[in-house]
């Protein structure tokens, strides 16, 4: 058992999660469930939901949104009185450190369980409107919420792709995906299977979790999020499958085009935005290359695509393999700094071997600048983004040569936003993702996109991609 001061220092975690901020279970290195404590099961958004999957009718959908804003406003008044509750404590340091800790606990026990019957009744005052062609539909309700609910919740690298959002995204023919229902269908059934069995998990664990941290035993915390680490990855499983089942069946002009987009959805910091190929792209668009500077172009262009690939499959596969371990590399720098040894100086927040990685691509990548840059003319070199003086790297027709300044002026924050740097990539390389409320309007938008494939009538059944048996729409 800790000592009173030491466990008085460590409230503020708590007491902090308690009001908003990220879980006190990250001191174990992942989220172990306690910030689903802050979250609302059912967002307006989901009205959408409802209405696909149970084809309300017109006279049902303003009696669902009216439980719907009841219940988000109950969720509201339970979420601020037990947050009061805690903020109102007054603790002892001076007092026994587990009693402490179990004192803060349970206002968030209490209000988990109300939480739980808030949700519950909303579930059954919707299931009262319904008719039973509607109630033989609510299992496929229910697996559609966990996935809306779930997949934002992932921590790993393609745990939390919704691979029938990319098809949307990639404008895959109705027709086409009338083809592939039954590859879909599969996918989905087994995303579910494995989100379900992450939640049970999560679930199960949570008075395990509750004894660690009033005990701040970390060596049980480290083995409780690496049991919820390995539904994680479990999750992830579901998702590759699907991706290679989807890709295997789509036609060759779609595949392609389908598995470049889920691998940049997938695994952002390996297939994210690219300022070679910008460059690339941008020589090629120059409007007087002769027709030798244009086939010189194109040869590097294959020649660096190429390597590029080896390259990105390696670092995929390496981040795998690492993000799994941060629990375990969190728990080490705790042990550091129990024991009062300085940790080790870190320079990055990536493992060593991605950041070798990541420096052999960039390297790659002025390799191939400097290759294209000597293929053409001052005048043609200053008409690229990013290019400017002073230099060296040789230039065709000028000794000087020029550098090429790396601007990419489209990154994952959109047009025109500002890169990261090398340093806030690295940094941010395992940091935790942020798990707020989702933004309503952006998820609004895609739901569009997504609601367009999931009720499009596929096969002899007119089922759609998360549609019931049955339904015709």
């Known amino acids: 058992m800790p000592d009173a001061p030491r466990t008085a220092r460590l409230l503020p975690a708590v007491l902090v999660a308690a009001v908003g901020a990220a879980p006190a279970t990250a001191q174990f290195g992942g989220d172990a469930g306690l910030a689903d404590a802050f979250r609302q099961d059912f967002y307006r958004r989901d009205l959408v939901i409802f209405n696909d999957v149970l084809d309300l009718e017109e006279w049902q959908r303003p009696i669902v949104e009216v439980l719907l804003e009841d219940y988000a406003a109950s969720f509201e008044a339970g979420l601020t009185a037990m947050r009061n509750e805690i903020a109102e404590m007054r603790v002892d340091a001076a007092g026994d450190g587990r009693a402490i800790m179990e004192r803060m606990m349970q206002p968030l026990e209490v209000w988990e369980q109300d939480k739980e019957l808030l949700a519950d009744q909303f579930l059954a005052n919707v299931r009262t409107q319904l008719s039973p062609v509607q109630e033989a539909r609510w299992p496929a309700l229910e697996r559609a919420l966990r996935r809306e609910k779930d997949l934002p919740q992932s921590e790993l690298s393609g745990e939390g792709i919704d691979l029938v959002a990319v098809l949307a995204k990639v404008q895959v023919p109705p027709q086409v995906l009338d083809g592939i229902a039954t590859v879909i269908d599969q996918y989905e059934n087994d995303l579910d299977r494995a989100l379900l069995a992450r939640e049970q998990r999560m679930d199960s664990l949570q008075p395990a979790v509750r004894e660690a941290m009033q005990e701040m035993n970390f060596e049980r915390g480290l083995q409780i999020m690496q049991q919820i680490m390995a539904a994680r990855v479990e999750v992830r499983s579901a998702q590759e499958r699907g991706l290679e089942a989807i890709a295997a069946a789509l036609p060759a002009e779609y595949a392609e085009t389908f598995r470049r987009e889920a691998l940049e959805q997938a695994f952002p910091r390996v297939y994210g935005p690219n300022a070679t190929i910008s460059f690339i792209a941008a020589a090629k668009a120059i409007e007087d290359l002769t027709p030798e500077q244009l086939e010189g172009i194109e040869a590097i262009e294959r020649d660096y695509l190429l390597q590029l690939d080896g390259v990105n499959t390696r670092m995929r596969d390496l981040y795998r393999v690492e993000e799994p371990r941060e629990p375990q590399r969190r728990f080490e720098r705790i042990l550091q700094r129990q024991r009062g040894d300085a940790p080790r100086r870190r320079t990055a927040g990536e493992p060593e071997a991605i950041r070798d990685l990541r420096g052999e691509r960039e390297e790659l990548g002025r390799r191939t600048r400097e290759a294209i840059l000597a293929l053409l003319t001052p005048d043609q ?85 998360g549609a019931p048996s049955g339904r015709a729409d």
């Open 381 to 465: 070199s200053s008409r690229l983004p990013g290019f400017s003086k002073p230099s060296n790297v040789p230039v065709k027709g000028e000794p000087d040569g020029r550098d090429f300044q790396e601007t990419p002026t489209v990154n994952a924050g959109g047009l025109g936003s500002k890169a990261p740097s090398a340093d806030d990539r690295r940094r941010n390389a395992f940091a935790p993702i942020d798990r707020s409320p989702r933004n309503a309007e952006i998820e609004a938008e895609k739901r569009k996109d997504v609601d367009r494939i999931r009720s499009q009538p596929r096969g002899a059944g007119g089922r759609g991609a």
